[in-house]
């Protein structure tokens, strides 16, 4: 099957993730989710990979033996099932040729890809590209991950003279809201030494670097009193939890800071005058920083809670993933340097992007399987506006096979990695 096919098929199936169902434990948050799992194990079998197992929270995993008797490390491929939330309307792909200019995605809406919205464009001029009709998500984040291993798959498959080691693939649910397939993962039943996810945009961009991820969550305890008689007894917990945000650095928020700069995001605010909820993320590359982040929401907590009352305030902290290059230092760098040649072998410029975000791949990292994250060649996830170049698609694609032919060479015999 053509990999422009197979990805459209899977972006037919409706996958949006719940977070009402989400937030109820309930995993697949959707029942399209398990849907296009059980179509993958189909596509699996009809391969002919080994060890297929579909479980109850529709994570997929399956193996290709390897056809050597060499000693290699298990590599791994890592796409998830769900869409997000932002847009929940069924997917209505198509592939248009891209001349230059707007494209014209829905001529009765008059909605277009415009040039000037999106200057990056022009680097596909003379490709086709897959979009939708302006109405939904296309999905490629991250269906254009499963189709590029799926495609990989099947090459390797009809070319049983590329020697390799056992390749393994991972499918997961629920990724867009907090990672929690990746965080139900078992590590130690896969059997991968390392892995890459693949969910990342424009071709040729690579990330091993991305946020180190916390979460607070203070609670305000205040004094509800009827305002004829609330002179000196009313104490507002709203109000507490505004001044506890004006004590917050005032650039350091997303909409002030790009790059490696890290934030303080106020999520969300819930309550009323006796007990406010205030939730924030807090964000940093580098480790030192996000204690360092940590340590100032939960010392700012300890004195406004000196300053109005014993309890009034109370700070809870969690940690939500690591940076992924935590794990890729020293001895754990060849992930990196694999990637890094399978890019040139396909002659592909290699773009590293440190992800203002989390992926699969840190909390996978965080188990213990090593786990960069390649392109798919989409652009402008999340959004109607969403769209794939097919020759980025094949791209994807052809870097996973040359990722898992640099694996035999990088440790076969006489040639081992160092």
């Not at 189909?42 to 391969?47: D, G, I, Q, T, V």
């Not at 940590?294 to 809670?305: H, I, P």
């Not at 890094?340 to 290699?350: D, E, N, S």
């Not at 980025?392 to 996973?400: E, F, G, T, Y």
């Amino acid at each position: 099957m053509d990999i422009v096919e197979r990805f459209i098929n899977y972006t037919k199936i409706n996958t949006t993730t719940s977070r009402e169902n989400g937030a109820k434990g309930i995993m697949p948050s959707s029942p399209g989710q398990m849907k296009l799992a059980k179509l993958l194990v189909s596509k699996l079998e009809a391969l002919g990979m080994e060890d297929i197992i579909l479980r109850e929270n529709a994570i997929v995993t399956a193996t290709l033996p390897a056809n050597t008797d060499e000693t290699i490390p298990v590599v791994s491929f890592f796409g998830h099932l769900d869409t997000s939330a932002e847009q929940t309307a069924d997917t209505k792909a198509q592939r248009l040729p891209y001349n230059g200019g707007d494209l014209c995605l829905n001529p009765e809406l008059n909605i277009y890809l415009r040039e000037s919205e999106f200057p990056e464009l022009k680097n596909y001029i003379g490709d086709d590209l897959i979009v939708t009709d302006g109405t939904s998500l296309l999905g490629a984040d991250d269906k254009a991950a499963l189709a590029a291993i799926m495609n990989a798959l099947q090459f390797l498959i009809s070319h049983p003279e590329i020697r390799h080691g056992e390749v393994k693939v991972g499918f997961v649910p629920d990724e867009e809201q907090g990672l929690r397939g990746a965080k139900a993962f078992d590590v130690s039943e896969f059997g991968a030494d390392f892995g890459y996810t693949l969910d990342c945009c424009g071709i040729g961009e690579f990330v091993y670097e991305n946020w180190n991820a916390g979460d607070a969550e203070i609670i305000f305890t205040g004094q509800s009193a009827h305002p004829m008689s609330a002179k000196g007894k009313l104490k507002n917990s709203l109000l507490m939890a505004h001044k506890f945000i004006s004590m917050l650095p005032g650039g350091e928020a997303p909409e002030y800071t790009e790059g490696r700069e890290g934030y303080y995001w106020v999520k969300q605010l819930q309550g009323n005058s006796a007990r406010t909820v205030l939730k924030l993320d807090i964000r940093d590359f580098s480790e030192e920083g996000y204690h360092a982040r940590k340590t100032f929401v939960r010392q700012l907590a300890e004195s406004a809670c000196a300053l109005w009352g014993e309890g009034s305030v109370i700070c809870q902290l969690s940690d939500r993933y690591a940076n992924v290059f935590n794990s890729l230092q020293g001895e754990g760098h060849y992930p990196i340097d694999i990637a890094l040649r399978a890019y040139q072998r396909c002659g592909i410029t290699p773009t590293p992007v440190a992800m203002r975000g989390g992926y699969d791949g840190a909390v996978l990292s965080q188990k213990g399987l090593p786990c960069p994250n390649i392109f798919t060649g989409a652009h402008n996830f999340h959004s109607i506006y969403e769209y794939l170049p097919v020759r980025s698609l094949r791209a994807a694609s052809d870097v996973v096979i040359a990722i898992i032919q640099e694996t035999f060479n990088g440790f076969t015999t006489g040639n081992r990695e160092s």
